[in-house]
């Protein structure tokens, strides 16, 4: 058995064709370039992290805020050149460690507008910057001999099919419960969309409904093992553009679509990228790794590895620790890859009580948060905490020590009858977060 995966890790790092990193790279640097640009233009960075007074951040993160006035387009401006600098390879390394760095603060930052594909691209990004895809088709190559390569080891490309294939797999899993099997989300988040461009009318037939709805489950769990089969690839690689790009017209979520399209690239045989991207390309240095013996520094990073895909496959699975339905109490939700599951609404405001003079007031949370923080906070419990807690500070600023806050809460989930989210009788501002345990004040329907 020891022998066994000991071939297994020693094939890693054979050297095979790095073709498919380098146009990898590229197609990166683009999309995380139009990522944080397309940012500024469209108003995002203003919305999100501009125009709030307080943003949610990662919580024990309270320090880590939006730079004042006009900071925050600036420090967008620069990570979209460093997108640029990776795409053409220059200074790879240092310009992807900068927007890593960056990115990884305003996923931090502010919690109103969370999106997996924001978490996976911190992940591809610690992957980017693990492997040398700038040994070639690069400024970097041009003025340093000693990166240029044309080979990378297996490993390099691995990683990256792996991390896939927990991304999908567990969006599949994710998708087999009645909320999306029976089309209770589809039905919702398409009913919107009556009149949308030219496809409004379709989106609202059954037929097609039926077929985001199954046709969702196995594209997600079948995708990733349809273009590792060469027999299959052409065939997934189509399907997965039609795939992704229905889903950038329909629900509009950025680049992640077409990061999606991008990764696919790593599927294909590296002589069919090289022969059609870099005709130029002589490929040098390729041989079969001999050695028999496992070296220390190979094991090493195949241990890391290891204990980085183990930790991956356990974040989706860590909300069944938890008491309660992740759908409604949200604990376990995020890092999981429940993607596109639900429609959450809900009703949100609070009873303030002093207790020195017993008075007590309603507090509309519109008064001091934008209307996008307020509907995104409204059936999320960490987030409605973080309010109670601000609330408290506030008032403690207006001579008002100790205030008690109380949250009512109205949600409801994919169209279902409301609940409330947050026992009305439990003053917030006494209850610490529990991040790796159940809060009894969060409920969830029975």
């Not at 992640?256 to 696919?264: A, S, Y």
């Not at 008491?323 to 009703?347: A, F």
């Not at 403690?396 to 109380?406: L, M, T």
Request: proline share 4%; hydrophobic share 50%.
């Amino acid at each position: 058995m020891l022998n066994f995966f000991s071939r297994i890790i020693q094939k890693q790092f054979d050297p095979v064709d790095n073709s498919p990193l380098i146009l990898f790279r590229i197609i990166f640097g683009f999309l995380i370039f139009a990522e944080t640009f397309g940012a500024i233009l469209t108003g995002w960075v203003k919305q999100a992290l501009i125009e709030p007074m307080f943003t949610f951040t990662l919580i024990g993160l309270e320090w880590l805020q939006p730079l004042p006035g006009s900071g925050m387009y600036a420090y967008f401006a620069l990570m979209a050149i460093c997108g640029l600098c990776v795409m053409v390879g220059y200074r790879y390394r240092l310009s992807l460690s900068i927007f890593t760095i960056l990115w990884t603060l305003v996923y931090w930052m502010q919690k109103s507008h969370y999106n997996n594909h924001y978490y996976l691209l911190i992940l591809l990004c610690l992957f980017m910057l693990c492997v040398p895809a700038h040994a070639y088709a690069s400024f970097d190559a041009k003025r340093w001999s000693s990166v240029v390569s044309m080979t990378c080891p297996r490993w390099c490309i691995t990683i990256f099919i792996i991390q896939l294939w927990i991304v999908f797999t567990f969006a599949a899993l994710n998708k087999i419960y009645p909320g999306w099997v029976e089309g209770h989300f589809i039905q919702v988040a398409l009913s919107s969309k009556n009149g949308y461009w030219l496809i409004g009318d379709l989106l609202q037939k059954q037929w097609l409904q039926n077929l985001v709805i199954y046709g969702g489950i196995f594209f997600d769990l079948l995708i990733v093992y349809f273009l590792l089969w060469k027999k299959t690839r052409v065939i997934a690689f189509i399907t997965s553009i039609v795939f992704h790009v229905f889903n950038a017209v329909v629900f509009q979520i950025g680049i992640f679509p077409f990061m999606m399209i991008g990764l696919t690239v790593l599927f294909f045989n590296p002589e069919t990228i090289r022969k059609a991207f870099f005709p130029k390309k002589t490929l040098i240095g390729l041989s079969n790794n001999k050695q028999t013996e496992l070296k220390a520094g190979r094991l090493a990073l195949a241990i890391v590895f290891a204990i980085y895909f183990g930790f991956q496959v356990y974040l989706p699975l860590r909300h069944h620790l938890y008491k309660g339905d992740v759908s409604w109490t949200e604990e376990g939700h995020r890092l999981s890859w429940r993607m596109m599951l639900r429609v959450k609404y809900g009703n949100l405001d609070f009873k303030l009580k002093d207790p020195k003079t017993d008075n007590t007031w309603r507090v509309d949370p519109m008064d001091f948060f934008t209307a996008k923080q307020v509907a995104a906070a409204a059936s999320k419990p960490d987030m409605i905490w973080q309010m109670a807690r601000w609330m408290e500070k506030h008032y403690k600023k207006e001579g008002i020590a100790d205030v008690e806050v109380y949250a009512n809460t109205s949600v409801s989930l994919n169209g279902s009858t409301r609940h409330a989210i947050i026992d009305p009788e439990i003053d917030l501002t006494r209850m610490k977060w529990q991040s790796f345990r159940h809060s009894t004040w969060i409920l969830s329907p029975k």
